[in-house]
């Protein structure tokens, strides 16, 4: 195989790899489901990942984490069988992956909506930017860095 198609052909495993490990992540963020094990979270780090958010009122409320395990614990702390949502669904838009060789860089716009234990009901949308890496040949989650863009008070029970 010549060496531009094999280039080709990497990149575009790179991206549908990456695609997948978002997909995988979001699905178990999305509540109601069944409890998420942390270890479930973890597999889909790396050992040295970061996990943070970025602008005053997104790094005020989530801080950063370090570590595959702080990460999984701190994302896997909101999620069941924690009580903190009701209702948390994602999709993802405006997708922009770039693969170089055993690394990426991934953005993309999220919407999500969630109704909380209270009761309260938001829709919000956020900025990823998310660099990952291939180990071994499995590609993971390096340095997740999430912003809030806009969210809207959507009253309380808006969501069933």
């Not at 970025?54 to 984490?65: D, P, V």
């Not at 993802?92 to 690394?103: A, Y």
């Not at 909380?116 to 340095?143: P, Q």
């Amino acid at each position: 195989m010549d060496q531009a198609l094999l280039q080709r052909l990497t990149t575009l495993e790179g991206e549908s790899a990456v695609r997948r490990l978002m997909a995988r992540y979001m699905d178990l963020c999305d509540v109601p489901r069944a409890p998420t094990r942390v270890s479930d979270l973890a597999e889909l780090f790396c050992i040295d990942a970061i996990w943070e958010g970025i602008g005053s009122q997104t790094a005020q409320t989530f801080g950063q984490h370090h570590g595959r395990e702080a990460v999984a614990a701190f994302v896997g702390g909101y999620l069941p069988p924690s009580e903190h949502f009701r209702l948390n669904l994602h999709c993802l838009t405006s997708e922009s992956i770039r693969v170089d060789g055993e690394t990426a860089q991934g953005q993309w716009i999220m919407q999500q909506i969630s109704t909380y234990a209270d009761g309260r009901s938001e829709w919000f949308g956020t900025r990823l930017n998310i660099d990952f890496r291939c180990v071994d040949g499995l590609w993971l989650i390096a340095h997740f860095r999430t912003q809030r863009l806009f969210n809207m008070n959507l009253g309380t029970e808006a969501c069933a």
